[in-house]
T-cell receptor, first 112, second 117 residues
C-alpha cells in the first residue's frame, strides 16, 4: 500500500512569510495529488490539487509542485496570514482507484 | 458543507456498548467513506463503499462494521466499543470526475466525536 510522509510535522512562521510543506509517497502509480486544510474543530477541505501530467499549479497565494521522479509534492503558501493557521494533509492516490491515503498532517501556525 | 451530515455530533458511551454513527448526503455521490482521526495520526480509512452493493474494508476495519442502506446513507457501527476507539470520526463522499477529466475531491461531514469510557 501507499506510504505517505509529511514534513515538517509542525511549522511556525511570522505573518507575511512563506511556508512550504513536503509530502513524500511510495506508490509510483499515484497520479492525483491533493492538499486538504483542516481548521481547528472543522472538517478537512480541499484547497488545491494537481494531476501527474502537470508539474505545478497555482491559486492565488497557494501553489502545489510535483516531482514524480522523486515521488514528492509540496504545498507552498506565500504571504501567510493568521487564517492560514491549520493542519494541512496531503493525500496522494491513484485517481481511478479513488481511495485516498492521508499523510499524518502538518500543523501550521502563523503568528501576527 | 451541509450536503454531508453526521449524527450524532458527540457521543459518550461505555465499554462494551454497541454504537451506530450515521452519515447522510444530498450530493448524489455514489462513493462514501468512513475515516477516523486520532491526534498525530491523520485520517485513517475504516470502510468505503462505491455503491449500495459494494462495501470494502479500509486499513483499520477491525472492530467496525458498516451498512450502505441507500445511495445517500452510510452507517458505521461499533459492535462492542472499547476505549481505544475514542476518536473523531468523519464520513466523506466523492464524486467520480474521472470521466470529465477533473479531479476527485472528497467532501467531508462535520465529524462525530466519540468517547468510550
Amino acid at each position: 500500500g501507499e506510504n505517505v510522509e509529511q514534513h515538517p510535522s509542525t511549522l511556525s512562521v511570522q505573518e507575511g512569510d512563506s511556508a512550504v510543506i513536503k509530502c513524500t509517497y511510495s506508490d509510483s502509480a499515484s497520479n492525483y495529488f491533493p492538499w486538504y486544510k483542516q481548521e481547528l474543530g472543522k472538517r478537512p477541505q480541499l484547497i488545491i490539487d494537481i494531476r501527474s501530467n502537470v508539474g505545478e499549479k497555482k491559486d492565488q497565494r497557494i501553489a502545489v509542485t510535483l516531482n514524480k521522479t522523486a515521488k514528492h509534492f509540496s504545498l507552498h503558501i506565500t504571504e501567510t496570514q493568521p487564517e492560514d493557521s491549520a493542519v494541512y494533509f496531503c493525500a496522494p492516490s491513484r485517481g481511478g482507484f479513488q481511495k485516498l491515503v492521508f499523510g499524518t498532517g502538518t500543523r501550521l501556525l502563523v503568528s501576527p | 458543507d451541509a450536503d454531508v451530515t453526521q449524527t450524532p455530533r458527540n457521543r459518550i458511551t461505555k465499554t462494551g456498548k454497541r454504537i451506530m454513527l450515521e452519515c447522510s448526503q444530498t450530493k448524489g455521490h455514489d462513493r462514501m467513506y468512513w475515516y477516523r482521526q486520532d491526534p498525530g495520526l491523520g485520517l485513517r480509512l475504516i470502510y468505503y463503499s462505491f455503491d449500495v452493493k459494494d462495501i470494502n474494508k479500509g486499513e483499520i476495519s477491525d472492530g467496525y462494521s458498516v451498512s450502505r442502506q441507500a445511495q445517500a446513507k452510510f452507517s458505521l457501527s461499533l459492535e462492542s466499543a472499547i476505549p481505544n476507539q475514542t476518536a473523531l470520526y468523519f464520513c466523506a463522499t466523492l464524486e467520480d470526475r474521472a470521466r470529465s477529466g477533473s479531479n476527485n475531491e472528497q467532501f467531508f461531514g462535520p465529524g462525530t466525536r466519540l468517547t468510550v469510557l
